[in-house]
């Protein structure tokens, strides 16, 4: 429903985001797909590496707002995608495939940590990282308290969340987040 399978010549397998709401928010189906698709990924032995991209001008605009809305006011829901966030971190580092990713204009929330997460990441010269979460009142996302201090920088990792300033791709390859 939210990702696209597609195989190359030489076992290179695309992952695409796409068909969520606006500019690839991750919806409550595409946050398990997220999640569920590296596994399978991994016992694949034909695919010998990834590539995880997305459609259109974003990366990932973070969370869409139902599913927001759902994990505000369903306690179960929030401890599921509180869940599938440990999942999807334990299930890209545990994935045997180099996975590269292809990051785009905005890239926020789960669709960013799946990208951070790559072998490789690549952030285009327009992509624009930045953790959404303080942005809705809430605090960092787990990528950017998590992942971000182990990419670049204790103090910048901690000053960047809360300046809500985005990171563009030179930037980002700049301070060490991406590789290229």
């Known amino acids: 429903e939210y990702l696209t399978l597609e195989r190359l ?12 709401p606006r500019l690839n928010a991750v919806t409550v189906a595409g946050h398990r797909e997220l999640v569920e698709v590296w596994p399978r990924v991994d016992a694949e032995p034909a695919v ?7 459609e259109g001008r974003a990366f990932s605009a973070g969370g869409a707002y139902d599913m927001i809305d759902e994990i505000m006011e ?11 966030a440990r999942e999807l971190v334990r299930n890209i580092i545990e994935c045997s495939k180099p996975i590269v ?25 327009a992509a624009r990282i930045i ?16 992942l971000w201090p182990l990419l670049f920088r204790l103090a910048q990792a901690k000053d960047q969340p809360m300046n809500k300033q985005p990171v563009d791709g030179e930037e980002a390859e700049r301070i060490g987040l991406v590789a290229k």
Do not use: F, M, Y
């Open 9 to 20: 010549d030489g076992g290179v397998l695309v992952v695409t985001r796409g068909n969520g």
């Open 48 to 54: 010998r590496a990834v590539l995880l991209r997305s």
């Open 74 to 84: 369903d306690q179960s829901a929030h401890r599921r995608v509180l869940k599938e």
């Open 101 to 125: 990713s292809a990051i785009n204009g905005p890239a926020v929330g789960a669709g960013l940590a799946a990208a951070l997460l790559a072998d490789i990441p690549v952030a285009g010269r």
């Open 131 to 146: 953790d959404g979460h303080t942005n809705i009142g809430v605090t960092a996302g787990d990528h950017a308290a998590g």
